[in-house]
């Protein structure tokens, strides 16, 4: 199964557990391939810079760097073209749909309110981190 996960899930999965970090281990294990593009991994780098995670990632003894390697060696980057008109009330998650249409995935994974309304998008659904789960044990 093929899937793009949003920022702020990737965020969660890699400082926190729960469903979040089960997708990222299926990941690691190679039952999920994670799609992404340079855009998102920029985003994921500007968020994980930021001071408040400090504390997390001295606990986990590992790096940014290290994490945003480790996230671009298990993804598979794509520079999607953008899309013909927009669809998100907030444009920038866009992106993201473009993304999941470019890279043919079969799920959206997201906490974004304003990509969850949507439901789907050109019959690719959009879930949350533990319907995405459910959806890989089921």
């Known amino acids: 199964m093929r899937a793009v996960i949003d920022t702020n899930v990737l965020v969660s999965g890699l400082f926190w557990h729960g469903a979040p970090h089960a997708l990222l281990e299926r990941v690691r294990a190679g039952t999920l391939t994670l799609i992404t593009s340079p855009g998102l991994l920029a985003e994921l780098e500007e968020v994980i810079g930021r ?47 473009a993304l999941a249409l470019a890279a043919q995935a079969d799920l959206i994974v997201s906490g974004d309110d304003d990509l969850l309304a949507l439901g789907s998008f050109q019959d690719i659904p959009i879930v949350t981190p533990a319907q995405a789960v459910q959806r890989l044990t089921a």
Do not use: G, M
């Open 51 to 97: 001071a408040k995670f400090d504390a997390i990632l001295t606990r986990s003894t590992t790096s940014r760097e290290d994490t945003l390697n480790e996230l671009r060696q298990l993804a598979e980057v794509i520079e999607p073209p953008p899309l013909p008109q927009p669809v998100c009330r907030d444009p920038d998650d866009d992106h993201a749909l």
